[in-house]
């Protein structure tokens, strides 16, 4: 999963909860054993109430973008 958020202004209500929900429903259709996401380290706690687990952190970044500290949490589905 990849570039999954939701407005400030609207969390807490479930959106967030509700996205990740859809995405597992269809790759779990699709045949998919694991999901990987690269977590910004204040939504961290989000995946793990989800289900993820932590993998290691890493730098999310691109060579031309400023450091991104992440960590990187799977879950699988099967």
Do not use: W
């Not at 939701?6 to 597992?24: F, S």
């Not at 109430?49 to 993998?55: D, V």
């Amino acid at each position: 999963m990849a570039a999954t958020f939701v407005d400030p202004d609207n969390t807490g209500r479930g959106i967030g909860r509700a996205l990740v929900e859809k995405l597992e429903g269809i790759a779990r259709r699709e045949g998919v054993e694991r999901l990987t996401v690269l977590a910004s380290l204040n939504a961290v706690g989000f995946y793990e109430a989800l289900g993820f687990e932590r993998e290691h952190k890493i730098d999310a970044g691109a060579p031309e973008d400023p450091y991104v500290p992440s960590i990187k949490l799977q879950k699988k589905l099967t």
